[in-house]
């Protein structure tokens, strides 16, 4: 069996300051999968999920290790 290994890079930002574009220029280059927020929020509003639920299921990691 294969080992897999997940990595996730998150990236904050605020409104209007080109982050959306780093983040998916870093993603593209490293050739991750890019997923914007923003669209998960819309797609369960569109599919009647409650926002509050989903901030409840989002990971948190309050520290960086390399």
Known sequence: MENIHSIVITV???KASGGTYIAYSIAR????KYVDT???????QFLGADARDMEAREERV????L
């Not at 923003?38 to 369960?44: D, E, R, S, T």
């Not at 309050?62 to 290790?65: D, G, K, L, V």
Request: proline residues 0%; positive net charge; glycine residues 6%.
């Open 62 to 65: 309050s520290t960086m290790s």
């Open 12 to 14: 904050s930002r605020q």
């Open 29 to 32: 280059r490293l050739e991750f």
């Open 38 to 44: 923003g669209i998960l929020y819309k797609a369960a």
